[in-house]
């Protein structure tokens, strides 16, 4: 039962607009010295908790959002600059583009794992604003070079820096949702993604049109503004990034207390918050995490090839560089619908991630056998990259809600999460090689490797559905001499026995 304190001893939680909670509730069950264990036994008001999210969606989605947005727009506007002529202009070798593509992987993959693992000593609130405004300076930079070599000594910078982003907000989620939470709100990630690619193509068609203005190319114009944007957001995030909820402004003190309640109650999931290498050492020889990056491996070949390359495939299907921009626009507008309701089914609905990921999938790989068929009818062409559309955020966003919920204990979680981005973005390293400039127009290499990175990927999926299953099925089977001797061996985190893994 949970105590109420006599209000001349404890200090009183007051109620912001907002707050007022639903019939039933007992303003004075809790506050803010009440103890863990009293925290444990009390039950949030479903309305009061439907508007401590509403609260946090309010201001993390946004924020969340539009970085991970400039950070796809900033990484993937090279395919843009490239049709705007950069790689002529910088007197770039025949592969120029697919290097300085694959360049930028090779140190975003190397430095994720470092990240993640450092963000909750470096706190939120600092790393994210700081990593985000110098990789703007460097986008910024990339509109003065004046040869090829400083173009791929920029992509290796912007590659570590943007390391940071990704893993580190995912990973910040898991800080704020309980895991039942994560599918929708890592949803706005990925659909930010592919409003990159939708606005993306837009802006670069309008500073593409600026070719000439003040004696530099459209190319140029297009890394400069964007650059300067980057810096802005990153200045202006510092204000809007807590370093959890128990110290977001933007909070009342009610809601505030709400999250620790929230956070005590998912303690199995989160565990203690002190750093540990028995918990690093987890992460690295967890099977579930490493056949995960495996499978994150195949759906990012396919993500990175198509949000990198769609405008100039595209392109290859005889279209002109401003109209390739704007047609793949829908494209991107489609993924973001899809993957956005998948998200939002899978959150609402247990067991379903695997279902959602395979018949998604499924469709990216007839739109792959669709380009590899057709040899003249744009129309078709056009129709497969709908289809391809279809299957890649959807696969790599939910495979990372998915890695996240099922791994218990935040410093095993934070490590484990840039693990599994390590493997996978490697798959943006094959993606920049697979679509060369001498296989143009019909780009089989390219589409060929992508069905073929996506069969690897569900094939990967039925390795860890088969896991997560027999895993949950022995904890079913367990006597509860075997439960009590867990407890008393101390065995914590996803592999204690009342923890279920989703699947």
């Keep these: 039962m949970a105590k109420t304190h006599d209000t001349e001893k404890s200090p009183e939680i007051t109620f912001g607009a907002g707050d007022e909670p639903g019939v039933g509730?007992?303003?004075?069950?809790?506050?803010?010295?009440?103890?863990?264990?009293?925290?444990?036994?009390?039950?949030?008001?479903?309305?009061?908790?439907?508007?401590?999210?509403?609260?946090?969606?309010?201001?993390?989605?946004?924020?969340?959002?539009?970085?991970?947005?400039?950070?796809?727009?900033?990484?993937s506007n090279i395919g843009s600059a490239s049709t705007g002529g950069m790689l002529e202009d910088l007197n770039s070798p025949l592969n120029g583009l697919s290097v300085a593509t694959s360049v930028f992987y090779a140190t975003y993959v190397t430095f994720e794992p470092f990240w993640t693992t450092i963000v909750k000593v470096v706190r939120p609130q600092r790393l994210l604003p700081v990593v985000t405004i110098v990789w703007g300076g460097v986008v910024l930079a990339n509109g003065f070079i004046q040869n090829y070599g400083s173009l791929i000594g920029l992509r290796l910078g912007l590659g570590l820096l943007e390391s940071a982003l990704t893993p580190c907000l995912f990973l910040y989620l898991t800080f704020c949702y309980l895991r039942n939470e994560l599918a929708l709100r890592t949803s706005y990630l990925f659909v930010s993604a592919a409003i990159a690619g939708v606005v993306g193509g837009l802006i670069a068609a309008g500073f593409l049109k600026m070719d000439g203005v003040a004696g530099l190319e459209g190319w140029r114009w297009l890394y400069i503004i964007e650059g300067a944007i980057t810096i802005a957001i990153g200045i202006i995030s510092y204000f809007f990034i807590a370093n959890s909820p128990q110290t977001a402004w933007y909070l009342s003190p009610r809601q505030r207390l709400l999250t620790r309640v929230r956070t005590v109650q998912s303690r199995q999931y989160n565990g203690e918050d002190?750093?540990?290498?028995?918990?690093?050492?987890?992460?690295?020889?967890?099977?579930?995490?490493?056949?995960?990056?495996?499978?994150?491996?195949?759906?990012?070949?396919?993500?990175?090839?198509?949000?990198?390359?769609?405008?100039?495939?595209?392109?290859?299907?005889?279209?002109?560089?401003?109209?390739?921009?704007?047609l793949t626009a829908p494209i991107y507008a489609w993924a973001a619908i899809v993957y956005m309701c998948c998200a939002y089914i899978a959150d609402r609905t247990n067991n379903i991630r695997f279902w959602l990921i395979l018949s998604t999938a499924l469709v990216t790989c007839v739109g792959y056998i669709i380009l590899l068929a057709v040899k003249e009818s744009t129309g078709a062409k056009l129709f497969a990259c709908f289809l391809v559309a279809t299957g890649v955020y959807t696969s790599v966003g939910l495979n990372v809600s998915w890695n996240s919920a099922n791994i218990a204990g935040v410093r095993k979680r934070s490590t484990g999460i840039g693990v599994q981005q390590t493997i996978g973005n490697c798959g943006g390293i094959i993606a920049g090689q697979i679509y060369r400039k001498v296989d143009s127009p019909l780009y089989r290499l390219g589409h060929a490797v992508s069905l073929s990175s996506m069969a690897w990927g569900i094939g990967w999926m039925l390795v860890y559905l088969f896991i997560v299953k027999r895993r949950n099925a022995a904890k079913l089977a367990m006597t509860e001499e075997e439960k009590e001797q867990q407890d008393r061996d101390g065995v914590t985190g996803d592999r204690h026995w009342s923890f279920k893994y989703v699947f």
């Design 274 to 326: 002190v750093f540990s290498w028995v918990e690093v050492r987890k992460a690295f020889t967890e099977p579930l995490i490493l056949v995960s990056g495996l499978m994150q491996l195949g759906f990012d070949v396919t993500l990175y090839g198509a949000s990198t390359f769609f405008v100039v495939i595209v392109r290859g299907f005889g279209y002109s560089t401003i109209n390739s921009q704007l």
């Design 25 to 75: 509730y007992t303003q004075a069950s809790i506050d803010e010295t009440s103890t863990d264990e009293e925290l444990l036994a009390y039950t949030i008001d479903p309305v009061e908790e439907r508007r401590l999210l509403r609260r946090l969606d309010s201001f993390i989605a946004p924020m969340v959002s539009i970085l991970y947005l400039i950070s796809f727009l900033d990484r």
